[in-house]
């Protein structure tokens, strides 16, 4: 499948890497056409992955990934142009951090209004699917990591049909076990307000490494 | 034990009808000193169970629940008054909702600060520790009616030594298998900022009867 992933980070590289790995063929893309960061991860990822501006990423892939700062998300989406990004699906994975104010963050959205909702809105067209924003990296991909897999990602998004598909790639190729529905974009408020909760328990429990499971009657 | 609860809803009802029936001597507060519900509460809970104004509940407890609404939680503190509050430990499981937007409600803290700060802030000399504030009342006093117990309660508070009186307290007289201290009271903004997404989970789970589990390397 061809993939674009928005951002050059952390997020964006692992991601990126993952998807080459399961074979799929990747460009990143970044606001320049060769980024260093992205021009050294396609190098070091192989010859499925290339690079580009988000333009360029957004009209090569059939699925979208939203590894950008939060911050830096609307733009990075028109600079893609919601020609490119018409009709497709695009996995919101960025988190409304505010670092103006110190550490540890704070939002920009969440409490009255949402990140996803902000990015669905300006596209109306695109299918955003917010998951994946609640935890780090490595786990995203690699889930079985901690407790064998056996924890939860919570999905939000408007389209009933794209958020199957998400979810059956997230089950598919990273190896998710359980995903959690929450309902339209709106509920992205609620996985983007547990960012607080998510940076204190990293500090509390001295690892990036954990995720939640749902205990329930 | 003599313990002050403050509120007479749901959840000051649930905590001190399990704090009497475990054989505490339990003092509900309230505006007033004959509030309806307060006095329906007494009671059915028995001999042990009283009711009274807030002031009247804090000056006979050695330990307070502080169960009203967030809205109302600084008024009640204020209506206890800060001399019968000194010294004591306030157990805070109050939140931040705010329910004049509609349904769902949002967040009148817990991004840049919190209610269990603004608490803190207020009454210097009364250690302010929040807790019990994500998961349902049922669940609060009986964490053993879903998944055998094994799930997490956070704890947030300045003061170490009441943090572990009050942990040591939710484990013996509660049921609390798993404690996570988060650090001080700025850490509420974290379980303050959690209940988003308890309140999407509780929509997409169809029951409020649930808790998260932590899963870590």
Known sequence: MKIGVFGTGMVGATIGTKLVALGHEVKMGSRTANNEKAVAWAKKAGAKASQGTFADAAGFGELIFNCTSGAGALDALNAAGAGSLKGKILIDISNPLDFSKGMPP?????????????????????????????????????????????HVMFISGNDTAAKAKVGEFLKTQFGWKELVDLGDITTARGTESYLPLWLRLWGALKTPYFNVKIVKE
């Not at 596209?123 to 064998?148: C, D, Q, S, W, Y």
């Open 106 to 150: 704070t939002l920009f959205a969440g409490n009255t209004d949402s990140l996803g909702e902000r990015l669905q809105a300006a596209f109306p067209e695109t299918h955003v699917i917010k998951t994946l924003n609640t935890v780090t990296a490595e786990i995203m991909v690699n889930p079985g990591r901690i407790g064998g897999g056996d």
